[in-house]
């Protein structure tokens, strides 16, 4: 999906929600545990029926698919064709934070791009030029790389300075922009840095952000929009647990709406605001 | 496995040998392709048959398996039984770079820990402690993070200097140190880093590091023990292509073999130069 196509469907759908599907099977409500045979998937289908029309991207988070083994990894591809299938402009990321050596990043992107065919992938920066740029040879596909991540170790490394004062996370923007643009590139900034997204968008403009962070993790929507939006939007923002997980009896999926809805409301006013809508 | 299990088996073998099982589909011998229900599988099963004399681990590398979808995480589980069935005394790592926030990670330890029972996997540090630690939290069970690796990209940012002149490999090693000890961590050092080897062992004298990088990528064995081995040997040395794609005729597992052989031969002459044997 272009950069293009992602803004128009943001202002269609008057919202930059993406929905995390960390559909963690221990959480899964007890009647589809009960009931059927690929409960993760049957969870997966109702909550993006019930999402579809107020968020524009997925990101199912392999871990939760892998931790199953063979059935886990069935459920996430059929989570992705049937994203294809019914919902074809929902963009969809796989987050998978993956990252090797040149040649092993070259099978992943393979496996992401051509065999899966989601439209982007999340990627740890640490090995380098040689382990993103095999990610970056695909029209319409993006690599998410991490910058400033939400969690709590990300102060233990991604803050460092170096001698001219410029932090790990700055120099990571600052190189990975000799490698792609604003039309293959995004990057991962939690939505817990409050105004270092201000310091994030001096490096980076025009690109996309993915923000996890909002909800469960206690990051303000307001705050990230004041510093992060641009004239193209530039935010996916991110929530899983707080709505995929808000409720387990039989409404969990009419309770993740409300709670989906509820963002792309307060979404549509920010993009109102700033006169993108 | 325990530090000093690894130890033993190092000893009882004369090798510290890791074959990586980096097993391209496209690159597999061709009879095996037009005669197997499951190629890859075929084909790990001859190279661990043929290599498990002279070696102590192998490193099946996940991107080889996930490229091939639901059909490639049937071969890769189907390793990762072989070798706890047949050959239950050598160590296993999933190289699969994971490391993501704390709950996350706990899904990936749980996957490769409970559900595979492989004893190690590696593990990217960018996003810090919480996404290391979760993977700490088993006995017998390793962490292998990621250091100094030996890809070109590794010099982005792994030889950052900050203001005291500590370059970011030094901070991970270091900030780690105090997560996890010599018995839950290793850390990936490519053997194309010569004297840094040096600087690795100043700061964690007594860990085990996978070094990989020998053959295909052009590091030298020699240099590696000079600067990296201590006195319970402390390292793993990983070559995938220059054993297990060495041939790719119905002589692969012969030729493959011979290469681990030729390897371990080395290895052996290591140890006994060091007062191991």
Known sequence: MTRQ??????????????????SDIRKLPKHLLENEDDPVFAFNRAIIDATADVCVAYKPNLAFYECNGLAGWKSYERTIQYLHNHYPTHFVIADAKRGDIGNTSQMYARSFFEEQDVDAVTVAPYMGEDSVTPFLG??????????????????DFQLLEDKDGERLFEKVLRTSLGWGNEHNTMYVVGATRGSLFADVRRIVPRHFLLVP???AQG????????YGMNDACGLLVNSSRGII?????????????????????????????????
């Open 5 to 22: 196509l992602l803004f128009d469907n943001i202002r269609r759908r008057k919202s930059f929600l993406c929905v995390g599907l960390d």
């Open 138 to 155: 695909y029209a319409g596909k993006w690599v998410v790389m991490l910058a400033l991540t939400s969690n709590k170790g990300s102060l």
């Open 213 to 215: 962070g909002v909800g």
């Open 219 to 226: 990051g303000s929507l307001e705050e990230v929009c004041r």
């Open 245 to 277: 997980f808000a409720d387990s009896t039989e409404h969990f999926a009419d309770v993740a709406r409300e709670k989906a809805a509820e963002l792309q409301k307060q979404m549509e006013n920010l993009l109102r605001e700033r006169g993108l809508l």
